[in-house]
């Protein structure tokens, strides 16, 4: 029997309510008495040199209030970057500065030319048009390979051959893992391309920037994940706002999947430039916009290798990934492809040997940050693409070729620095086999060829690091922020609760997850339980939500509160029924004397907080309010096996996804319907990666995939339904909720389960592909099989 | 500036717009109905879908003079009269076919307009129907089954969860 309240329930999101019937509050529905709008003026070439900008005329039409321009931002700090690497040789990375506004040099099509604020938009568009631009164009850097070449033109003069890092992990390993591939019984080598996607949440970004000069305070409104580390960036290292005087508020956002944590430009702007006109001042990005100036994802491009020893035993793994950055350092770019890729690369594998080499590279493109999955979608593609080519090779198949290598003793220590805390594989590979039903796959197969299509099935493994951490491990790696989360529990006199959190929901239903765990806890009815989250005036601090971290970080922060606050209502408890602190157990709202019938109900003790006449106030300071900040001591390990059945037209080479399932292993849920969700846009997303989406740049750097009409979002009926089942639970050991985290499973598991499937299928009726790079379109297919 | 005049869920609703606002940004920027969402330039998403005299529009491909004297329902005016949910937005809540919510106004305006003229779509149906609507969370999973069971289909059966 389901629960019907607390952890491990499924109750309807209480979210719903506003966003079924219109009246959600996202940036955009905010209007600020008197504002002005922004308009943008963007750079159309990748990569010139600004001798010139002339923008009398523009400055002289309707409306127009005030045009900025690079040279008004000469004085203001650039967008930092949250990430130091230090390449194999000890040297730090290359770390160029990133204007708000181009300063003297254009890098990228989208980036920021100048600024018009006008009364409306339309005034804003029409006078930016005025504006007079004398470039002069330099030769675009688009290919990573040719960037690195001598003699490549330079995105960024002091940034030789533009190479960001050389990055060696765990170069301790490098000399054995050369050996051990020399000695291998067989070696698979498979190079292969993680196809650069644009994240494209349904919302485009917003910021509006609102300062008041009477109390010298600014307030930004923004799409973000994270409003607090947006305080911190933008405050302390762009425009040196000090953190009382600024306030960043995230409300309803509409999706973000990585691209709204990053600290943009447009963000800094209205904020700055709000101050130099005292007005509020509102941008509101375009679709088109956005293809131009959100922080794109992935874009790979890696050989790895795979050795086996004569029984099929993995013994080493090496790889070298270049890894694009675009123009500029986005916020975490540089830590995607680095701690967030390379440690990741034991899988779910006893791999004893294992070398990581990335180089990250500097192009004339958008900048290059985490998206869903952030360098663990790369890591499981290359692996799981490279096992299922060694079982080809080998003639083995390929899910008992997984099994005999899995890891399974645990705590186990990778040896790319992780140590894995629980996980069950031949579990979550059994769960698969069942709900996938793998035996029925011969008998469908030859139903689709009797039909005149070719049917594949694809199978692999995945194994994610969810909620980066402790601060320290994270700090000495070179990271610039902590990674904690906090959480606020203030119990009012009446009994309700609200909880003030670090973490950000933008579609995740923390307001409705979140009080389950308080619910459970406390034995008190959801309903009286509130989140408030994504603005800085009401939470104290607060390191966002990204990472797969809002229940394992800030659930276990708000579970460190909650159980101070209750540690804390014991005390008043005990002095009500004249008892021992120690003896007082609370249960279903009540707080009773053990082995007694004397009770006092959780609403008196509140009131008692807040009405101290029956009180130990020389031992207790009146209220209920606590905090707990909450670092984690071990990132989290979720896991799980996904497997795909596409058929393949072979006239065509069209391929649709005819089945796909996943078993995962995300530890204690806490509700049910929301991890399902999860995993169903994860996967969505990740057949979007596999066979529909990719960003094409041409050789001038102009991004030729910049709408909907060109950028092939996955649709309604490219999915099929999905069978996705969490019942193989192996609770995390280390947070007290045992919890692991499930937003970004879907998309790292999902890509090589289609491509494998695709393969699988032109490895059938006598066709023999060995790889095809993603998006795995109907002309790549097709000219694949043509040979 | 033009005036124009329409019903707007139910309601007269008029104001000044330029020749060139969208019944969009009318419906945003003029009535404050701020449900309709702007998700694309290109009028490719169907975050915008309204009801233009009973039939599925995007209010993107609309010029707000277009719209003059016609009747217009938007998702503020889906509920029912006792501000309850409708049947395609509780089957919308009680199946999760929603995460962030941006999409959702012009998913249930599509549905809608679909079970209108199809009152038991097929899953290939509906699938086909939602090609104009874009949704980036859910993986359109709970969005075609919550329209399937807004029909009164049985949906216990879709694959497992």
Request: overall charge negative; hydrophobic content about 40%.
């Amino acid at each position: 029997m389901p629960k019907d309240h607390g952890i491990g329930a499924a109750p309807k999101r209480r979210e719903d309510l506003r966003f079924l019937t219109g009246t959600g509050n996202y940036t955009d529905d905010i209007n600020l008495n008197g504002q002005a709008h922004v308009f943008f003026l963007r750079a159309d070439v990748a990569h010139a040199k600004i001798n010139g900008l002339n923008s009398d005329a523009a400055a002289a039409m309707p409306g127009v209030v005030r045009i900025f321009t690079g040279a008004d931002f000469e004085g203001v700090g650039g967008l930092p970057c949250g990430w130091q690497i230090h390449s194999k040789d000890g040297s730090p990375m290359n770390e160029p500065p990133h204007p708000v506004i181009a300063q003297g040099k254009i890098r990228y099509v989208g980036e920021i030319v100048a600024a018009v604020v006008a009364d409306t938009l339309e005034q804003a568009r029409d006078a930016a048009e005025a504006i007079e631009l004398d470039l002069e164009e330099l030769p675009a850097v688009v290919d990573m390979k040719a960037a690195l070449a001598d003699g490549s033109a330079l995105v960024h003069d002091e940034v030789p051959n533009n190479r960001c890092y050389d990055w060696g992990f765990v170069e301790d390993n490098a000399a054995a893992t050369d050996e051990a591939i020399k000695n291998a019984a067989h070696v698979t080598t498979l190079e292969l391309v993680n196809n650069r996607l644009v994240a494209n949440p349904m919302e485009p970004r917003v910021a509006i920037g609102d300062y008041t000069r009477h109390n010298d305070e600014s307030t930004l409104y923004t799409t973000s994940q994270n409003p607090h580390v947006i305080r911190l960036l933008m405050g302390a290292f762009v425009l040196g706002i000090p953190e009382h005087k600024l306030r960043v508020i995230a409300p309803d956002v509409g999706g973000g999947f990585g691209t709204k944590i990053f600290h943009y430009a447009e963000e800094a702007f209205v904020t700055f430039a709000s101050k130099q006109i005292n007005r509020a001042i509102k941008w509101t990005s375009s679709r088109s916009e956005a293809f131009i100036s959100d922080a794109q994802g992935r874009d790979h491009v890696t050989t790895i290798e795979l050795a086996l020893d004569a029984d099929n035993n993995f013994t080493a793994v090496r790889t070298h990934t270049l890894a694009n950055m675009g123009a500029y350092l986005s916020t975490f770019s540089t830590s995607v492809p680095t701690y967030l890729h390379g440690t990741l690369m034991a899988g779910n594998y006893t791999t004893p040997n294992i070398h990581v080499n990335v180089q990250a590279v500097f192009t004339n493109t958008v900048p290059v940050d985490a998206y869903r999955g952030a360098g663990r979608p790369e890591a499981t593609f290359q692996l799981e693409r490279v096992i299922d080519k060694a079982a080809r090779e080998l003639g083995v198949d390929p899910i008992a070729l997984r099994r005999q290598n899995f890891i399974s003793e645990f705590p186990y220590a990778t040896p790319v620095a992780l140590e894995y805390d629980t996980g069950d594989y031949p579990a979550t590979m059994d769960k698969l086999e069942e709900i996938a039903d793998i035996a029925g796959f011969a008998a469908r197969r030859a139903a689709s060829e009797a039909n005149g299509k070719l049917r594949g099935l694809g199978v692999n493994c995945y194994i994610e690091a969810c909620g980066i951490a402790p601060s320290n491990v994270a700090g000495a790696l070179g990271a610039r922020a902590g990674l904690y989360e906090s959480a606020t529990v203030r119990v009012n006199a009446t009994g309700g609760v609200v909880v003030m959190t670090g973490a950000h929901s933008h579609g995740q239903g923390h307001e409705t997850s979140f009080p389950q765990v308080i619910a459970e806890m406390i034995g008190i009815d959801e309903g009286q339980v509130e989140i408030v989250h994504g603005d800085t005036g009401r939470g104290a601090m607060g390191m966002g939500t990204y990472g797969s971290r809002s229940i394992a970080v800030g659930g276990a922060a708000m579970v460190r509160a909650t159980e101070k606050i209750i540690n804390k209502a014991k005390k008043i408890a005990a002095h009500l029924l004249e008892a021992s602190d120690a003896d007082i157990e609370l249960k279903d709202g009540t707080f009773t004397v053990a082995g007694t019938d004397k009770s006092v109900a959780w609403g008196d003790v509140c009131l008692t907080a807040y009405v101290p006449h029956n009180y130990p106030l020389e031992d207790l300071e009146p209220g209920l309010e606590e905090t707990a900040f909450y670092d984690p001591a071990n990132f989290t390990f979720p896991s799980g096996a996904y497997a795909c059945e596409v058929e393949v037209d072979p006239d065509t080479g069209a391929v649709s996804v005819e089945r796909f399932s996943a078993a995962d292993d995300f530890g204690n849920i806490i509700n049910p319907m929301i991890v399902d969700g999860q995993v169903h846009g994860g996967i969505g997303q990740g057949i979007g990666q596999a066979l529909r989406e990719t960003t094409v740049f041409d050789e001038n750097g102009q991004l030729l995939s910049a709408s909907y009409m060109d950028y092939a979002m996955p649709r309604a009926d490219d999915v099929p339904f999905y069978a996705v089942d969490h019942s193989c639970q192996t609770p995390c050991t280390h947070n007290p909720l045992g919890v692991k985290g499930c937003g970004e499973a879907g998309a790292i598991g999902s890509p090589p389960a289609v491509v494998n499937a695709v393969i699988d299928a032109l490895n059938s009726g006598g066709h023999k592909v060995e790889h095809i790079n993603m998006p795995v379109s109907p002309s790549r297919v097709w000219s694949a099989m043509q040979g | 500036m033009t005036q124009v005049s329409m019903t707007v869920n139910g309601k007269a609703a008029s104001g000044d717009v330029e020749g060139r606002t969208l019944l969009s940004a009318f419906l945003r920027e003029n009535l404050g109905l701020t449900g309709t969402h702007i998700g694309c330039d290109t009028s490719q998403c169907g975050a915008c879908v309204v009801h233009v005299d009973g039939n599925a529009v995007k209010a993107c491909t609309m010029l707000a003079v277009e719209a003059d004297g016609a009747s217009v329902d938007t998702i503020e005016g889906q509920a029912n009269a006792d501000g309850s949910l409708n049947v395609i937005q509780q089957a919308f809540q009680d199946h999760h076919g929603l995460q962030c919510g941006f999409c959702t106004p012009g998913m249930v305006m599509s549905a809608a307009a679909l079970l209108k003229d199809n009152p038991k779509p097929t899953e290939a149906e509906v699938r086909h129907y939602l090609e104009g609507n874009l949704c980036r969370c859910t993986g359109y999973h709970n969005i075609v089954k919550a329209i399937m069971a807004a029909s009164g289909q049985d949906v216990g059966a879709i694959a497992a969860e």
